[in-house]
């Protein structure tokens, strides 16, 4: 169902419009970003692949407010997000636990961080659904990757944003723990309603996650391609082997191949 022209439900939650982005590096010009356009709408869930180093965490910190472009438009749900943190809640690349602070601890330390207090009860309510009852008060090095990567998760989701960007989420997990996370997380997103704009470098989970999937070129990064994925909801494991996915998996290889291999 698409919503009506000109009601809210129609702004984008997220919008970048000719973004740039150039660090300056030991007096030397490091262009990150050229030319990004991108938009996520409300409640879908998009992802970007693209080459190492084509800047794709620059363009979730920018989106989170943490960097500032240097030209371009960026907004969240149609207001400006330039050099704003808050409007959404960003999981970086490695957000690693605290080692001295317990699973609880670590949850509700973004929201701790903002002043946000009485998290725990809500946090304690949580823990079953992200597969951590249990270890409310167990240390980080006593969890499993996967579930250090759930209580990261988990800390994001508390800070009640109605968008989530997720840097690489589950690129330190094996295989088979990857596998179960992204059907998990795919349950939370349905279930919380979330937007997601989620960078990953791996083909086969973008697909298995996304409504939609960018493909950015080498740096200075911007989209290449732009691909719908019309498989259906729930997605189930099995469709990995279906024709619709291995269409998409050969254009977007074929895609990134051109970048890493120029
Ligand atoms: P990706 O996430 O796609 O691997 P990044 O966004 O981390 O890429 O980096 C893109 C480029 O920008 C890289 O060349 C990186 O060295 C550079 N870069 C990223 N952040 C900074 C920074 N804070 N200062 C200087 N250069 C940076
Ligand atoms: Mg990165």
């Known amino acids: 169902m698409s919503p009506p022209a000109g009601s809210a439900a129609a702004i984008p939650a997220v919008a970048l419009r000719g973004v740039r982005a150039t660090y300056v590096e030991r007096g030397l010009r490091v262009d990150a970003l050229h030319d990004v356009n991108l938009t996520v709408a409300r409640s879908e869930f998009v992802s970007v692949i693209g080459p190492s180093g084509c800047g794709k965490s620059t363009m979730l910190n920018l989106v989170a407010g943490i960097d500032r472009p240097s030209a371009g438009e960026i907004a969240v749900d149609g207001r400006s997000a330039i050099g704003r943190t808050g409007l959404v809640a960003h999981m970086p690349q490695r957000d690693l636990l605290l080692p001295w602070r317990t699973t609880l601890q670590n949850a509700v330390l973004g929201p701790e961080l903002r002043g946000e207090t009485d998290r725990e009860a809500r946090a304690l309510a949580q823990l079953d659904r992200f597969g951590l009852e249990g270890f409310a008060d167990a240390y980080p090095h006593m969890l499993s990757g ?12 508390l800070l009640d944003r109605d968008t989530l960007l997720l840097d690489e989420p589950f690129g330190a997990l094996d295989a088979l723990t990857r596998g179960e996370m992204q059907e998990w997380l795919l349950s939370i997103w349905t279930e919380l309603a979330k937007t997601v704009l989620f960078v990953t470098h ?11 999937v960018y493909v950015m070129t080498r740096r200075p990064g911007t989209m290449k391609l732009e691909l719908r994925i019309d498989l259906p909801r729930p997605r189930e494991r099995e469709m990995t082997t279906a024709p619709p996915f291995v269409e998409a998996k050969r254009t977007l290889l074929r895609s990134l191949l051109a970048e890493t291999q120029r």
């Open 202 to 212: 791996d083909i086969e989970e973008a697909i298995f996650l996304s409504d939609r």
């Open 146 to 157: 996967g579930m250090r990567q759930r209580a990261a998760i988990l800390r994001t989701i």
